[in-house]
């Protein structure tokens, strides 16, 4: 008798992550040893209502398009298992004779296979659960990076030079832009909006963090010597920084809404952070904010960053019918001087609700910019070359 | 002795615009008949004081990457001419033994191109203007559309279909999407974010113009409706709808600025309408704000439109050379079934200061979504094909 999969999808999505399920189908479908793949519908939420589908069944024509088809296609969840529900789960999941969980998450989502698979080894059921990693935040820990970082990191990349050469060329309208990237407690995103910069001239010419607190009499100063410096000045700041307080900026005015992980939702750093330019330095100033457009972006989907989230996916089955249980992929970088990936397997424990913060070899406490070693570190993610941009020699007349 | 041609750049930047002012110089430099290319730097608030360039003197490594690089590369302005400052331009121009002005930008700088032509033809100063249009509002009348419309056409129909299809997937947790895409006082780009749409189910669910009255009472009960067909709900509002009262949405509660030409500065619909539905319909709701991203993406530059841009700038020089004067470029469709673009010209008083709504053929009162002659009208000018989207069939198991 062969062996069941269930795969599911958690957590915020990616623009690569139906990329892990494709993997995650393709590998079982090529495997003797199983002879069933379901998926869950809206990951361990829509499981315990059971909801539930059979993933074999569908065509071909629709497997070959839903890897480049951005965010979840089983739907996901933000779902904290309760007391009781682990069991409500493997009760699920014996009935559906599953004996092989791959769930498709970042933190929270380890969490919840960690859970699940800690529940069914000390009630002897028999299912092995296996992670994939996924996280635009890219802070999983022991993982190089997370599959979603690369595409997202192109995206503000991008961004950045896109929306700032317009700053430029604005400079006597709206001289002061301040862009809010995604990033939950870690830098991430916004040290990955410098990755087009080339030039001091080049945007973002600040960038504040969540790993650092932003007082807000610095910020007003630091944009106003960069404005008398180029005339314009733009700037990035992550969803989550937080003032001298420890207030998350651009929360505190507003509803502190949170959800059933205990995250804020509602913040608004760059809105409040425009404002104050406009109140302090009467300079006027523009906010972009991308939203999930940034972490879903198609046209920029990085091709590494889509073949590892394939790859990750594989990887998950492969450990599965090795028998291991309890576990992550991780994304292993080789040393030397060209950049390869290859896959392993970390205990869930030691991934689940843990945060890697951006480290200070990659960012250092006073300096205004991320460091050559993060550079090396992102660049090879971005699944190729940046665009090419330009700025005239402007050969001025003596009029 | 040649002739001496000087070209500037106006109002907010496109994606696509310094591939205009790159067919200017290059008929220009292959014209024997003009021997200097000068450049206004930041329009004509940077001529008032001198500002110009030689543009003859650019490399041809900065030029051959200039027509990819968004923005405006001489830098912009939204200045309205004071009573003098037309005077105070032809001085400048004089003095500078420029015979030949090309100025590229929208209404207000058709506004700006007409006076100077007007005022030189009443001084008897020899200097011929035209205008080359740019604006991703797509409001300009007579010509069929505007270079800069294409590319931002391309991002939002890419990145409703994107950001859609992470509120499908996130339905449990954040059901409710508000999108705020540019236009002002036009529906354009609002309308091309449906271009993506293929099915129903599929973004955007609703779309909000400025040339119609939102009444705040029956968008919540579209909103509602929609979540009770969809499990979600994505919208697509424009930066400049107004409300039953006349009042921009988003603007009433916060400070109205407004910039020399009367518009409005901080208006923040989607913010606004999110907060309502949160309050009345008690579901959570995010908005995305692109901001400037949306118009200025070098991943979503369309072909057709780099092309016609660049072509728009060529016919302005031309059309200089053929003794024409007081006119923009327009961009020609040509009947027939295969999209072809031609160009010729049209008095700027009859550009300047109009605004072509979008027209009810394309969008008719009442309706929820822009007609198949509106799509026929804007699919070609996306420059080629869309990605590809799938959804999963979802053979649901009964367990």
Redesign the interface.
């Known amino acids: 008798m062969g062996l069941r999969l269930l795969v599911g999808?958690s957590g915020?999505?990616t623009?690569v992550m139906n990329s892990s399920l494709l993997g995650v189908i393709e590998a079982a479908r090529a495997s003797p040893a199983i002879t069933a793949i379901?998926?869950a519908?809206?990951g361990v939420?829509g499981l315990l209502e059971?909801?539930?589908?059979?993933?074999g069944?569908?065509?071909p024509?629709?497997l070959?398009?839903?890897g480049?088809?951005?965010?979840?296609?089983?739907?996901?969840?933000?779902?904290k298992l309760a007391p009781g529900d682990p069991d409500r789960v493997l009760d699920?999941l014996r009935?559906?004779g599953v004996d092989l969980f791959v769930y498709i998450g970042g933190n929270d989502s380890a969490d919840t296979a960690h859970l699940l698979a800690e529940r069914a080894r000390q009630t002897g059921q028999e299912l092995r659960v296996i992670a994939v990693p996924k996280t635009i935040d890219n802070d999983l820990p022991i993982t190089d990076h997370c599959p979603g970082y690369g595409s997202i990191a192109r995206f503000v990349a991008?961004?950045l030079?896109?929306?700032g050469?317009?700053?430029?060329?604005?400079?006597?309208?709206d001289p002061i832009?301040i862009?809010e990237v995604m990033g939950r407690n870690a830098g991430w995103v916004a040290a990955a909006s410098t990755l087009g910069k080339r030039d001091p001239r080049d945007p973002p010419h600040l960038v504040y963090l969540p790993e650092r607190p932003l007082d807000l009499d610095c910020f007003l100063a630091e944009v106003e010597a960069t404005y008398r410096r180029y005339g314009h000045a733009v700037i990035v700041v992550s969803e989550t920084v937080r003032g001298s307080d420890g207030k998350l900026i651009g929360a505190e005015e507003e509803r502190e809404?949170r959800?059933s992980f205990g995250h804020h939702?509602l913040v608004?750093p760059a809105?409040r952070l425009a404002l104050l330019v406009e109140k302090h330095l009467k300079l006027?100033a523009?906010?972009?904010?991308?939203?999930?457009?940034q972490?879903?972006?198609?046209?920029?989907q990085s091709e590494t960053d889509l073949i590892e989230a394939y790859e990750a996916g594989r990887h998950a089955v492969t450990a599965l019918l090795d028998g291991e249980t309890d576990r992550m992929v991780i994304l292993i970088r080789p040393p030397g001087p060209t950049y390869r990936c290859t896959y392993g397997l970390a205990p869930l424990a030691e991934i689940a609700n843990h945060e890697k913060r951006l480290p200070p070899a990659f960012f250092p406490e006073g300096e205004a910019m991320p460091t050559k070693a993060f550079r090396d570190y992102a660049e090879p993610l971005l699944g190729g070359p940046l665009?090419?941009?330009?700025?005239?020699?402007?050969?001025?007349?003596t009029?």
């Not at 480049?68 to 779902?79: E, F, I, M, V």
């Not at 523009?286 to 457009?293: A, H, L, S």
């Open positions: 999808q915020g999505p623009a379901y998926g519908v809206d939420e059971g909801q539930v589908i059979d993933l069944r569908e065509s024509t629709t070959r398009a839903l480049r088809t951005p965010a979840a296609a089983l739907g996901s969840c933000r779902y699920r009935r559906l991008i961004a030079q896109d929306a050469r317009d700053t430029e060329a604005m400079h006597r309208v832009k862009i809404i959800d939702r608004e809105r006027r523009r906010y972009d904010r991308p939203g999930t457009i972490r879903m972006s198609t046209p920029c665009p090419e941009y330009t700025r005239l020699q402007r050969f001025f007349l009029l």
